[in-house]
C-alpha cells in the first residue's frame, strides 16, 4: 500500500514546471517506437498525444507517464497493478463505488498534499466508457503547468485555478487513472468563458480520445500481497 501511495504521489507531482520548459532529453523507463509509448510494466501502449515539433516531451517512473508541450498539452496516464486487498475492494464495493472509493482514499490525498486547496468539483460515473469509468474534476488554486507562459502578471495578483479532468477504469487488473489539464482556462485569462458544464464536456472528450489512443496488454500477475 505504501508503494502505491508513493506512485500515486508522482502522479501529482511529476509534471513540473521546470519539466516544461527544459528541453533537454529525458531519460525513459519505457520505449518509444515511432509515435508510440511503451510503459515499462507491459500494461499498455499508447500513441503519443504530443508532437516533437510543438516542443512535446515523454517524462515517466514505473507507474506514470506525462506528455507535454510548449503549448496547450499535459496528459498523464497513470497504471497501478491491484494486490489482493484492492481486487478485494472491487469485488465487495462493485466497480462504481469502488473508483470513487480509490480516487477518494489515495488520488485526491496526494493532490490535496502537492496542491493545497485542491477540490473535486464535480464527478459523474460513465458505463458507457469501456467497461465503465469514473470522471473526477478537479480544481486546482496555482495549480497549473502552464503558469509558466503568463505574461503581464500584476503584482500581488492570484496565479490562476486550474481545472483537470481525471478519467478512472480497471483494466486486466490494473487501475489506470488518466489526466489532462484544461489549459485555455488558464492561458486565455479575460478572454475565457466557459461554463463548467463546457468545460467538462471539453476533458470528457480528451480524456476519451487519450483512452482510444491507448492498447491495453496482460503484463505479469499483480503481485499478491
Known amino acids: 500500500m505504501k508503494m502505491l501511495r508513493s506512485c500515486l ?22 520505449k518509444i517506437e515511432g509515435r508510440t509509448y511503451a510503459s515499462p510494466t507491459g500494461a499498455f501502449r499508447v500513441t503519443i498525444p504530443v508532437l516533437p515539433e510543438l516542443g512535446g516531451r515523454v517524462m515517466d517512473t514505473d507507474n506514470v507517464v506525462t506528455f507535454q508541450d510548449d503549448f496547450n498539452v499535459l496528459s498523464t496516464i497513470a497504471a497501478f497493478p491491484m494486490d489482493a486487498t484492492q481486487r478485494w475492494e472491487l469485488s465487495t464495493r462493485g466497480l462504481k463505488d469502488y473508483l470513487a472509493y480509490f480516487f477518494g482514499n489515495f488520488v485526491m490525498p496526494d493532490f490535496q498534499q502537492s496542491i493545497p486547496g485542491t477540490r473535486v468539483e464535480s464527478a459523474k460515473f460513465a458505463p458507457s466508457i469501456g467497461d465503465g469509468a469514473l470522471l473526477v474534476y478537479t480544481l486546482l488554486p496555482g495549480g497549473s503547468m502552464f503558469n509558466h507562459r503568463l505574461t503581464f502578471v500584476r503584482p500581488g495578483e492570484r496565479p490562476p485555478e486550474a481545472k483537470r479532468g481525471n ?27 466557459k461554463t463548467p458544464a463546457e468545460e467538462d464536456e471539453i476533458l470528457r472528450q480528451r480524456l476519451i480520445e487519450l483512452r482510444e489512443k491507448m492498447e491495453f496488454t496482460t503484463p505479469a500477475a499483480a503481485p499478491t500481497k
Not at 504521489?9 to 519505457?30: H, K, M, N, R, Y
Not at 480497471?170 to 479575460?190: C, F, T
Open 167 to 193: 478519467l478512472l477504469f480497471v483494466r486486466n487488473e490494473w487501475i489506470y487513472v488518466l489526466s489532462i489539464e484544461l489549459a485555455e482556462r488558464v492561458l486565455e485569462r479575460s478572454t475565457y468563458n
Open 9 to 30: 504521489l508522482a502522479l501529482a507531482l511529476l509534471s513540473v514546471p521546470a519539466f516544461a520548459q527544459t528541453g533537454e532529453p529525458v531519460d525513459l523507463l519505457g
